[in-house]
């Protein structure tokens, strides 16, 4: 039997509600479903306005409309991540500033940021990898003092928290000025292909609609705000249909669920490979005291490319699939000759050590974890 490294889990209400978002005879986006998936998650996170958008690509992209990236703009941002993230403020002109990663974690360095910032410096763009926050106090105090935008890319972080120096603890995506979620097939909470943009400044709300809506003021007219809708600014079509919506929202009314069997998966990863792990110099994820852990993914950090690989055709040699991550944007084939030309160690390790175990609602984990240890 093959494991794959991820499988889709489906709920069961999925196909009822998109075939009750038919017989209702509105298909196109912000109704009935999308209503009920934005309100489920501003509540439950304490996000500010919440839109769904067909990925979280077209929310990092509603963003960087948002803030007004212009050509020369800088983003400070990790290079250890998914091209989206760079791609939104690319599409727009902007200059990518990319930065390290911890040591102990794949997150971006939050202490080699504010050497990065210029006159030309707009937003910085934390990745919460693998679900686990970067330090939200550093960065927001660096962007409160240096009087920029923070957009969190949450696309991995649904259902994960920060705890702050006050004590408080939010939820990853209500922080930052912009966040964006992803419901891709790979995440945790799954609408195929989906997103959503978290709106937290109030400044940002109403402009934010109208970019969603090709850059009418169709969102107003609809509530009788305005006796008639046309075209106000720029936009594109980044909301989804309500076919979409009402898929997620049989996920979202299962996240409980979803969420303790993930959680109870990574613990026995956690536990089972511990003495494996240290007789083999390998690492395990490391949750800083800050973070708590949505167990998006479970991964392993070897000493070196070589342990890694040899571990990767091990195991599909028995017919399981394990999967390296992201490979470092500044010295990518479309990047690195716009790149500074500063060397990204920690970045460099994560590229060629880090190795993302199966994880899905249904996983065979013993099978997974025999085959490790033999
Ligand atoms: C998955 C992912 C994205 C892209 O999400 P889509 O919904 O597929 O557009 C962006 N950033 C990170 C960190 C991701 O993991």
Redesign the pocket.
């Known amino acids: 039997m093959n494991i794959p490294f991820n499988k889709p889990y489906l709920t069961g209400k999925e196909t009822h509600y998109m075939y009750d978002a038919v017989q209702t005879g509105k298909i196109s986006g912000n109704g009935k479903y999308t209503q009920l998936c934005q309100n489920f998650l501003k509540e439950k996170y304490g996000f500010g306005k919440c839109l769904l958008t067909t990925?979280?690509?077209?929310a990092?992209e509603m963003a960087a409309i948002l803030i007004n990236i212009e050509p020369g703009d800088e983003i400070i941002m990790p290079s250890y991540?998914?091209v989206?993230?760079a791609n939104a403020f690319i599409l727009r002109g902007a200059k990518i500033i990319f930065a390290d990663s911890r040591k102990d974690h794949p997150g971006i360095d939050e202490d080699s940021i504010e050497a990065l910032i210029s006159a030309k410096t707009k937003a910085i763009v934390p990745?919460h990898?693998a679900g686990v926050a970067c330090n939200m106090d550093k960065i927001m105090d660096i962007a409160q003092r240096h009087n920029l935008f923070v957009i969190e890319?949450a696309?991995?972080a649904i259902d994960s928290f920060y705890t702050g120096k006050d004590g408080k603890k939010r939820a990853l995506g209500s922080i930052g000025h912009l966040a964006a979620f992803?419901?891709?097939e790979?995440?945790n909470i799954i609408s195929g292909?989906?997103?959503m943009l978290a709106i937290n400044d109030n400044q940002f709300i109403e402009r934010a609609e109208i970019i969603w809506e090709k850059g009418t003021n169709r969102s107003s007219f609809f509530r009788g705000e305005v006796d008639k809708y046309g075209w106000v600014d720029m936009g594109s079509s980044f909301l989804p249909s309500e076919i979409i919506a009402a898929f997620l929202w049989a996920q979202l009314e299962n996240l409980q669920m979803i969420q303790e069997r993930r959680l109870k998966l990574w613990n026995i990863y956690l536990t089972e490979l511990d003495d494996w792990a240290k007789e083999n110099s390998v690492s395990l994820p490391v949750i800083p005291s800050f973070a708590s852990n949505n167990a998006h993914m479970f991964y392993l950090v070897f000493k070196d490319i070589t342990s890694r690989d040899k571990i990767i055709a091990q195991l599909k040699s028995k017919n399981i699939l394990s999967v390296f991550h992201y490979l470092s944007l500044h010295s990518s084939k479309f990047y690195a000759n716009k790149h500074d030309g500063r060397n990204l160690p920690e970045t460099d390790r994560y590229s060629e050590c880090l190795l993302r175990l199966p994880m899905f609602y249904e996983l065979d984990i013993d099978k997974v974890i025999d085959a490790i240890k033999s």
């Open positions: 990925s979280c690509t077209d990092l991540t998914f989206s993230t990745v990898y890319d696309a991995q992803s419901f891709h790979t995440k292909e989906g997103g």
